[in-house]
T-cell receptor
Framework: EAGVAQSPRYKIIEKRQSVAFWCNPISGHATLYWYQQILGQGPKLLIQFQNNGVVDDSQLPKDRFSAERLKGVDSTLKIQPAKLEDSAVYLC???????????FGPGTRLTVL | GDSVTQMEGPVTLSEEACLTINCTYTATGYPSLFWYVQYPGEGLQLLLKATKADDKGSNKGFEATYRKETTSFHLEKGSVQVSDSAVYFCALSPDSGAGSYQLTFGKGTKLSVIP
């Protein structure tokens, strides 16, 4: 079974630029999560999707972050404009229906200069 | 709200030493508990889980027991290897009745095993 795929793996941008991350969850997993992991900390949830609908985006900084999951499969997370404090690893995870555990992708390491 | 507290790192051990990483939680009801491991440059991998009180999760020589009375889920291994060097995260998912299945993570404990 293929795991969660993410791209790119690394991205370096200047502040005020925009950036987008892509995630392809495990086939059949209806629930998809985006997390932000700042160096030395645990992952923090940004947004949760159930199929193509948003379940929880209460911790997403909506003035600069946006996310979508068209057709209920792939998802993209965008930052526009980026700030220095957005430097982090962005993790995507998916979860099978009825189970608690989440399966994570390799993450995208973003550096904002 | 829910929270997870795990012991501060870093932890440095010699190969074949015993490992314990403490984890306690605050949550209502009976959350599901997890240990995830993150190797350098990689995402999080599920190491083990327990979904009800007194359950013992185990994998790759690691074990953790869900203790409701002490709200703990300590990670243990009898003999660590250099390949166990990684960051370990304790996490919880709320009681099924809450519906969201969101994970709350601890801050992580970095383990380094030296030959």
């Amino acid at each position: 079974e293929a795991g969660v795929a993410q791209s790119p793996r690394y991205k370096i941008i200047e502040k005020r630029q925009s950036v987008a991350f892509w995630c392809n969850p495990i086939s059949g997993h209806a629930t998809l999560y985006w997390y932000q992991q700042i160096l030395g900390q645990g992952p923090k949830l940004l947004i949760q999707f159930q199929n193509n609908g948003v379940v929880d985006d209460s911790q997403l900084p909506k003035d600069r972050f946006s996310a979508e999951r068209l057709k209920g499969v792939d998802s993209t997370l965008k930052i526009q404009p980026a700030k220095l404090e957005d430097s982090a690893v962005y993790l995507c995870a998916s979860r099978p229906t009825g189970r608690h555990e989440q399966f994570f992708g390799p993450g995208t390491r973003l550096t904002v200069l | 709200g829910d929270s997870v507290t795990q012991m501060e790192g870093p932890v440095t051990l010699s190969e074949e030493a015993c490992l314990t990483i403490n984890c306690t939680y605050t949550a209502t009801g009976y959350p599901s508990l997890f240990w995830y491991v993150q190797y350098p440059g990689e995402g999080l991998q599920l190491l083990l889980k327990a979904t009800k009180a007194d359950d013992k999760g185990s994998n790759k020589g690691f074990e953790a027991t869900y203790r409701k009375e002490t709200t703990s889920f300590h990670l243990e291994k009898g003999s660590v290897q250099v390949s166990d060097s990684a960051v370990y995260f304790c996490a919880l998912s709320p009681d099924s009745g809450a519906g969201s299945y969101q994970l709350t993570f601890g801050k992580g404990t970095k383990l380094s095993v030296i030959p």
